[in-house]
């Protein structure tokens, strides 16, 4: 399966806004957003021209895509699913991107990061409805119990969380710390979602 395998510190810069991509270590001075924040490459530092409505649309889509964690092609389907939906195009787009089970078990709390989030559902310590679900891309649904593989339980990262996650979870989404199980209680909705984002401008991008 193809990855993004570069540095995600890379990605932040480039968009000129932390993304919380590395989890625990974009809260600490040792961020390197913190340190640099220019743009990557030898030229980052120099004055940057004003950017064309298609590098404000674009910047826009790359910063949504790097956020989740989504590759292109699978981003752009998205995309077209949301614009099949009934609704707004661009909150749809968001719903669905929020409704992925990496992302779920990263809203949570029970992974520091979208990327560690991933690696979890891959290992196969999810369960959805008590069925073992390894796919990340997988959409969560109105209903859906999100619990811990068993044997998983006793794993420390896990076995910790049961004092709390610390994490503020969204309010379509119910959890119970003590016995690491979680409940899809409504559909995310746009004033859930805490990311800077202009969905409009994604729109536009894939409207020309």
């Known amino acids: 399966m193809a990855r993004y395998t570069g540095s995600v510190c890379r990605q932040c810069r480039r968009e000129g806004q932390k993304l919380f991509l590395k989890g625990d270590k974009c809260y ?8 640099r924040a220019s743009p990557p490459g030898q030229h980052g530092q120099a004055r ?27 981003f752009k389907r998205y995309y ?29 709390g029970l992974g520091s ?4 989030a991933r690696q979890f559902v891959r290992h196969g310590h999810i369960r959805i409805n008590g069925k073992k679900v390894d796919i990340p891309s997988f959409l969560v649904s109105e ?15 896990f076995k910790a969380l049961r004092e709390g996650t610390g994490r503020i979870i969204p309010k379509w ?6 016995n690491l199980t979680a409940n899809v209680t409504a559909e995310p909705q746009r004033d859930d979602i ?3 984002i202009n969905e409009q401008l994604i729109v536009e991008f894939y409207s020309r």
């Open 28 to 35: 600490s001075p040792k961020c390197t957003f913190n340190l």
């Open 48 to 74: 940057q021209r004003k950017m064309s409505e298609y590098g404000v649309q674009l910047r826009e889509k790359q910063k949504c895509r790097r956020a989740y964690g989504v590759l292109e092609v699978q």
């Open 80 to 108: 077209s699913k949301a614009a099949n939906m009934r609704g707004i195009t661009g909150e749809n787009l968001l719903m669905l991107l929020e409704r992925r089970l990496d992302n779920v078990v990263f809203r949570l």
């Open 113 to 116: 990061s979208r990327a560690q």
């Open 143 to 157: 209903g859906d119990t999100i619990t811990l593989r068993e044997r998983s339980r006793e794993i420390e990262h």
């Open 173 to 178: 989404l119910s959890f119970d710390a003590e």
């Open 194 to 196: 805490d990311l800077s």
